[in-house]
């Protein structure tokens, strides 16, 4: 079975059937699904047995797996076999949610069998979105929301609510309850500034989080999430918490109120967050979430060393430009003490990518996306130079 060849849905459904997973409760699949890595946006391995002389992408197994689960969902509610019949629902279910018809005609074009337009839709749905984030690399957080269309079918095929209108309510939770937990890191630095955005690109509604939740208590999660939403969204925010590596005091404690509203009690709080550090230790050097395609990132990702050494050595031009900028100065000096506001980070943004275009080396820098680096090249840069930031520039 190749998913990436036509006809592999077919193949998929005779595994589905060989194998055990449709008898499994539903928190034993999710469980499952957990271990797979689907949950994190990076599958590791398959729910199904698959041909072991194959190498499969991540992409490749987040199909498998999105199909497994739907099915999986379906079965719960119609109790047959998976047949044609489950493919033309599915497939109807999609049609529903992408009611567009253009879209669905760029997706189809020739296509007219259910399981021909259910493999492009899947497709298109695994495959990385253009939007706000380059489309190189949004997969990281696109294919950690795959499994919002599980919940989404399962709510369609229990209650009357249509799939579009119960998707835009699952994405507002995410939505601002990732943005509520980024809040929490004593230190909120450019990648958690670019999680949001990745998220935000990601989903099939926009929201102005900012300005409508202020605390956990002002969401309604009993009204949208079952238990099995309630463990994905736990294991969302984990995620967004651990992007640093690292989970804080005051992450735990929004962990903890985070729980009562979901439902869950604290030894679901203590899995979810146990199982993501396992998990992350063991596949590491396979989880794109830790290793961000864009070349800038990538770059500074895989060489924090040779970008300190390429300022470093450039160090007495940095300064000469740096210093004839009091005001640059006495902006970057005061950002090791406090937040700077949006316009003092306009300045500052915009004085370094002036000198670093007149510095060919550093060029790279100005780039687009480079904004993504300068929290950490403003942070380095007193360290660079000391004598360039004392306390003569603080009385300026």
Request: glycine share 2%.
């Amino acid at each position: 079975m190749n998913p990436s060849a036509s006809g592999w849905l077919t193949k998929c459904l005779h595994s589905i059937v060989e194998s055990d997973l449709l008898s499994l409760k539903p928190e034993r699949f999710y469980e499952t699904l957990r271990s797979s890595g689907f949950i994190y946006g990076s599958s590791q391995a398959a729910l199904i047995p698959l041909n072991s002389k194959l190498k499969y992408t991540q992409q490749e197994l987040a199909k498998i797996n999105l199909f497994v689960a739907l099915v999986y969902i379906d079965h719960k509610a119609f109790d047959d076999q998976p047949s044609i019949e489950i493919i033309t629902r599915i497939t109807g279910f999609y049609e529903s949610i992408y009611s567009e018809r253009n879209y669905l005609k760029s997706i189809f074009k020739l296509k007219s069998k259910p399981e021909q337009k259910l493999e492009q839709l899947i497709h298109k749905r695994v495959q990385t979105n253009e939007g706000l984030i380059q489309k190189n690399f949004s997969h990281i957080i696109t294919n950690a929301l795959l499994f919002t269309d599980v919940l989404t079918y399962n709510k369609t095929l229990i209650s009357s609510t249509p799939p579009s209108e119960y998707t835009k309510s699952l994405e507002y939770l995410i939505m601002s309850t990732v943005y509520l937990a980024l809040g929490q890191k004593t230190s909120q630095t450019s990648y958690d500034t670019l999680i949001l955005k990745l998220l935000q690109s990601s989903l099939r509604y926009n929201f102005q989080t900012e300005k409508d939740i202020k605390q956990i208590e002002d969401i309604h999660y009993s009204e949208i999430l079952d238990y099995t939403g309630s463990l994905y969204l736990l294991d969302l925010t984990c995620m967004a918490i651990y992007s640093d590596e690292k989970v804080e005091v005051d992450e735990l404690s929004f962990l903890s109120k985070l729980g009562p509203q979901l439902n869950l009690k604290d030894h679901h709080i203590e899995t979810a967050v146990e199982f993501l550090f396992k998990f992350v230790f063991i596949h590491k050097k396979n989880i794109a979430y830790f290793h961000f395609s864009n070349p800038l990132t990538h770059f500074y990702n895989k060489n924090q060393k040779a970008v300190k050494l390429l300022l470093s050595r450039n160090k007495n031009r940095l300064s000469k430009e740096i210093m004839q900028s009091k005001e640059l100065v006495y902006l970057i000096s005061q950002s090791t003490k406090r937040e700077l506001n949006a316009e003092e980070k306009a300045k500052v943004k915009a004085q370094l990518y002036d000198i670093f275009k007149s510095i060919p080396s550093l060029a790279i820098f100005a780039l687009p996306g480079g904004g993504v680096l300068l929290p950490i090249i403003i942070k380095f840069i007193p360290q660079l130079l000391p004598s360039a930031f004392n306390e003569n520039y603080e009385k300026d």
